[in-house]
Nanobody, 124 residues
Framework: QVQLVESGGGLVQAAGSLRLSCAHS????????MGWFRQAPRKEREFVAA????????LYGGSVKGRFTISRDNAKNTVYLQMNSLKPEDTAVYYC?????????????????WGQGTQVTVSS
């Protein structure tokens, strides 16, 4: 399987910013749609953002739209999640995921590859 490794999580104050990175281990990154999901304790896994083979094809969850930005750098085999105006309710484990199809998806079951997750904690 393709290996995905997240980094950049940590503790940040409310209204602050944080950038998550996800490195893709293989040479098929340019033909992999990438997504970010998050899961808080006692809550279901939530769609955050996704970006297709084309960098112009993006989707965002309603709770993060306007605050978060997903991007990719195919030369570096890396997808990013820029998180601005962070709120305490953004606190969760954030997971990077990939699927070998051109279009983005909001469904966790449609993604084949998953990272180990990185903790993001937003304090008041």
């Amino acid at each position: 399987q393709v290996q995905l490794v997240e980094s950049g999580g940590g503790l940040v104050q409310a209204a602050g910013s944080l950038r998550l990175s996800c490195a893709h281990s293989g040479r098929t990154f340019s033909s992999t749609t990438m997504g970010w999901f998050r899961q808080a304790p006692r809550k279901e896994r939530e769609f955050v953002a996704a970006i297709g083979w084309s960098a112009g094809s993006t989707l965002y969850g309603g709770s993060v739209k306007g605050r978060f930005t997903i991007s990719r750098d195919n030369a570096k085999n890396t997808v990013y999640l820029q998180m601005n105006s962070l709120k305490p309710e953004d606190t969760a484990v954030y997971y990077c995921a990939g699927r070998p199809y051109p279009s983005s998806s909001t469904y966790p079951s449609s993604y084949d590859y998953w990272g180990q997750g990185t903790q993001v904690t937003v304090s008041s």
